[in-house]
């Protein structure tokens, strides 16, 4: 049954060619050669032709594969199941493989894990089996996991590392290098040693590379360098990661209310952040929450719902605005052919500048200083844009309908709606950021409101008093 191509002992490169294919997708033969192994039950196939997989390559693997598919490839995998990929995939598939272990096998997969793989996985179980699988745990591992789950949700706390080397500031460098050498709890990888007090209080840093270059009777206190950006615990993680993204950092200390160290993040972390609010940032401005992929049907409806909701309460209020001109679009038929240019337009202009009003918020490229300059910006953008179009549109009303007036008219409401897009867009986001409201989430239904109303009223105003109708 074993394809040659899937040995373990291939080169990296040939392996991936195996797992993937030309356009970077699961390869279907590879899925099926899982899938045969996973019918016949044939466990020694799969440890031996999937252990060597990289946890996202895993990941990849596991959300090819159908529900029942991947609980029985977990089952045949047994200890040679790599659980770090659980954190590859996305929540809906990661609980549906949790849920059908019991809590004993959890806290085994946990042991293995870094604490904030472990804290990944935990964090989204129920109260009741978290406490029971932190009680299987050794006493020093609970504590570590219980610590980083009792921060807030999306903080930096608890999307640390609470493994790190950390030495006292008169040990030798010859001492810290025995000591790295000795410890078996060290973290896998590290960057950085830091220096703390008898109270765990962060003093300093020193990196590897200095540490190598360093005599070893030297004192670490003599080679350390103050600690460049702690984060706090209770930092949000999307600031904690453009911290350490701003600064070139390849990873930062952690630190509590009292300022003693507790954890690490590292750039693995930041990058793993910086998608999950990226993700998040696009999903809320298409209005789906935190929609996965893999949801049941019911659970897709459900987020959407409630948008959809509030979108046809504010169609309703521009079909509103559209009811106080039925008598001059009954005198004008080519009111109604014309005016959803007016508002799709205007629409499709917000959007854009809603978009990258939104994304400048979420990197901190807007502030008080500069928002005057970038609002001025989008209005003369909206301005330019407003007339061009105008002009087209305008020419295209006139020779479709052999009528001046009505170029002119539409003409005019288009580059009212351009620049009222374009002013919807970036003021929107900022008022909204300005109270402490998620722009991502609730800028698109007010810019699309504005359009739709502004595009709908100045059209048809227009009209009514050019031609003199309604």
Sequence with gaps: MADPQLNSDAPEDGVRNAVYD??????????????????????????????????????????????????????????????????????AIRMSIVDAMPNAQ????????????????LEDLDEADRKDILERLPFRERIRLRRSLEYPEESAGRRMQTEFVAVPPYWTVGQTIDYMREDEDLP?????????????????????????????????????????????AEMDQEEAAQIIEQYDLLSAAVVDESERLVGVLTI?????????EADEDIKRLGGVGDEEISDTVFTAARLRFSWLLINLVTAILASLV??????????MVALAVLMPIVASMGGNAGTQTMTVTVRALAARDIDLYNAGRVIRRETLVGLLNGVLFAVIIGLVAAFWFDNRGLGEVIAIAMIVNMLAAALAG????????????????????????????????????LAALWFGIG
């Design 22 to 91: 030309e356009d970077g997708f699961v390869a279907p033969a590879f899925r099926e050669t899982v899938e045969a192994a996973i019918e016949a039950e044939d466990a020694e196939f799969l440890q031996q032709e999937i252990g060597h997989l990289h946890e996202s390559e895993l990941g990849d693997l596991l959300e090819s594969l159908d529900d029942g598919e991947r609980q029985s490839l977990v089952r045949l995998m047994g200890d040679q199941f790599d659980y770090t990929a659980l954190t590859e995939v996305d929540e």
């Design 106 to 121: 959890i806290a085994e997969a946990v042991r293995e894990l870094d604490s904030d793989d472990a804290v990944y996985i």
């Design 188 to 232: 896998v990888s590290f960057a950085q040693i830091f220096v703390i007090d008898p109270a765990f209080k962060l003093l300093g840093a020193v990196d590897l590379d200095r540490i190598l270059r360093a005599k070893r009777p030297e004192k670490i206190e003599d080679i350390m360098h103050e600690t460049r950006h702690a984060i706090p």
């Design 268 to 276: 693995d972390d930041v990058l793993d952040i910086l998608q999950q």
């Design 322 to 331: 559209i009811g106080l001109f039925d008598a001059t679009i009954e005198q």
């Design 426 to 461: 970036i003021l929107i986001p900022l008022v909204l950021d300005r109270f402490g409201i998620d722009p991502a989430i609730a800028s698109g239904t007010f810019v699309t409101t504005v359009t739709d109303v502004v595009g709908f009223f100045s059209f048809l105003g």
